[in-house]
């Protein structure tokens, strides 16, 4: 099995459960279906297309990194009728690590090209949340997405390494999986297999999710990325011109 890792990180990221038009909830984690329709997109699929349905098969795994805190958006709409207000959640400054795998070692390799080539703009859940650059990625070849997850260290931004696991070598981050990759531990169910992407007759189904645990190590104390003050923060746009 080869497996990818793509770290998601953006302003603003929202992973929408099923709630009515005026409140949009998200969960606290990337759903398998909002990274299925991610790449989607860098394929340039429409959204009743059926090669959609072959994300499904995908082995799925998502680390929680750095949490992220939570930012509810008001909004109000005016009808010819009435007006009501409407409300938005959203994560702030969070960071998920995604690990994808499948014995196909080509539709992995495919996926990580169109990552980087996408043919539709990328988003992080809803279409305004934007990722913060480039998507990082990275293929373990001959590993799961459990696996993969422990290998990887943490991808949480420096400044937050800095201030939560200063003098720490290694961390441990929440693991949700598919079931299978942890097969003793006990599942619950969560409504994110796509059945369909189409507006008209949005539809999802449920698959086994577990949640665990994995130790990753430290990055910010290698190659002396900070300073002993901190994160260095000095940003000066004009020495570009």
Known sequence: MKTITIRLAGLLQSYGNEAPFNIRTTSNYPSKS???????????????????????????????????????????VHTAKSSYTTHRDYLQDAVFVVAIGSDDEQLIDDIDEALHHPKYQLFLGRRANVPAGILKTKVFKNTNPLTALKQLSCQADEWYQYQHYQGRDSIQLKVLGDANLVPDAESFLVKDTVKSFDQSHRQHGFRAVVESNVITKIIWRDGNRMNDSGPDTHHNPMRFL
Request: glycine share 6%; net charge positive; hydrophobic share 45%.
């Open 34 to 76: 909002a990274v299925i329709g991610m790449i989607s997109a860098a394929f340039g699929y429409q959204r009743d297309c059926s090669k959609i349905q072959i994300f499904n098969r995908l082995e799925f795994a998502v680390r929680i990194d750095q949490p992220g805190k939570l930012l509810t958006d008001f909004q109000t």
